[in-house]
């Protein structure tokens, strides 16, 4: 069975400060991987995917993460967050070759911009 | 851009009474599921339903609980006599696809079990 740890619970930043959001996942398979974003009163919204190729993938708002096998990690990272990037936010992973997707999230990070 | 919607937002209702959760997904999907989130938790997979049939249930997903697409646009999930520990978010989402496609989400029904 899959399992996805993300590391921090909350991780505050400046303003135009880079930030990383780790995430580490477990599986006896090959994954996919993903990482979704929850605005306040909102449902959840992807901000990129890794299938296969290219282990650096690039997503929306400027967000990019890099799928490391060998750590079985699968990193968020943005050189410069905005007041605008707080929320919350999920890594999932989901099985290749199975049926409908269910995906596995993680416990999720809230990140908190400040001024 | 088409999304996926829920009603109602928040539904408040007693230990032991039934209710039932409604989302419509994006017209042309065909992949549907329901995932919850207890309060400070980690969103949970519950079921997953394709071709009028469950494709995938996890052990939360207990005989309390059914899905039923009634209507070729709705897709409902009904929890007969509901518990405390019922009280949670319920999201819906649906894809058109497995495997790569992108699941989208609705923006989740609030559940309160008092």
């Known amino acids: 069975a899959q399992s996805v740890t993300q590391l921090d619970s909350q991780v505050p930043v400046f303003e135009e400060a880079p930030v990383e959001l780790r995430c580490n996942y477990s599986s006896s398979v090959s994954v996919y991987l993903f990482w979704y974003v929850q605005y306040p009163n909102q449902g959840l919204q992807l901000l990129l995917k890794y299938l296969s190729g290219s282990t650096l993938v690039k997503g929306i708002n400027g967000f990019e993460a890099e799928f490391n096998k060998s750590q079985t990690s699968f990193h968020l990272r943005k050189p410069s967050v905005h007041i605008s990037d707080t929320a919350e936010y999920f890594c999932?992973?989901?099985?290749?070759?199975?049926?409908?997707?269910?995906?596995?999230f993680g416990q999720g990070t809230r990140l908190t911009i400040n001024p | 851009e088409p999304e996926v919607t829920q009603t109602p937002s928040h539904q408040v209702t007693q230990m032991g009474q039934e209710v039932i959760l409604r989302c419509v997904p994006i017209s042309n999907h065909l992949y549907f599921y329901w995932y919850r989130q207890i309060l400070g938790q980690k969103v949970e997979f519950l079921v997953s339903?394709?071709?009028?049939?469950?494709?995938?249930k996890s052990e939360i997903f207990d005989d309390q609980f059914s899905v039923e697409r009634p209507d070729g646009s709705n897709f409902t999930l009904k929890i007969r006599s509901t518990k405390l520990e019922d009280s949670a978010m319920y999201f819906c989402a649906s894809n058109r696809d497995r495997g790569t496609d992108t699941q989208y989400f609705g923006p989740g029904t609030r559940l309160t079990v008092l």
């Open positions: 339903f394709y071709n009028n049939e469950i494709s995938e």
């Open positions: 999932a992973v989901s099985e290749l070759g199975r049926g409908a997707q269910k995906l596995v």
